[in-house]
C-alpha cells in the first residue's frame, strides 16, 4: 500500500481532563500516515486519485476547533474516523500530540493505526 504523509499539523482544540484545559482552545499536533485508495498518481505523474493534503489538512484544522474531548485517545479516534470516512482512505496512522502537557516532556499522545471496513 501506498502511503502519504502529514507531519506537525498544528490544530487548535479544547482538549483535557481537567476543567482548567477546557477552557480554551490549545495546540495539538498531529501527523498522519494516510494509505493512497489508488495508485494512480504515483504510476502516471498525474493528480487523478491523488489524495489532497490541503483538503486533508484544512478539514482536520476546522473540525478540531469545534471538538471538546478529554483524552487524546478519543480525538485521535474521531480524527481516524473522519480521514477513513471521508477522504476514502483504506487506512490511516494517527499520532496526537499534546505539547508541554507534561513537566520535563516535550510532548505526550497516542499513535493509532486504523483500517477502512470492508464490505
Do not use: Q
Not at 31 to 39: K, R, T
Not at 55 to 80: D, G, P
Request: one cysteine or more.
Amino acid at each position: 500500500m501506498d502511503i502519504i504523509f502529514i507531519k506537525g499539523l498544528k490544530c487548535n482544540t479544547t482538549l483535557g481532563v481537567y476543567d482548567w484545559e477546557r477552557v480554551s482552545l490549545r495546540p495539538v499536533l498531529l501527523d498522519l500516515d494516510i494509505g493512497s485508495a489508488s495508485n494512480e498518481s504515483f504510476e502516471h505523474d498525474s493528480a487523478k486519485g491523488l489524495m489532497n493534503y490541503d483538503s486533508i489538512s484544512k478539514r482536520l484544522t476546522e473540525a478540531l476547533s469545534t471538538l471538546h474531548y478529554k483524552t487524546v485517545e478519543r480525538l485521535a479516534e474521531h480524527v481516524a474516523e473522519l480521514v477513513l470516512r471521508e477522504f476514502h482512505a483504506p487506512f490511516v496512522r494517527v499520532t496526537v500530540g499534546k505539547p508541554a502537557a507534561v513537566k520535563n516532556a516535550a510532548m505526550v499522545g497516542v499513535t493509532i493505526e486504523r483500517r477502512a471496513p470492508t464490505a
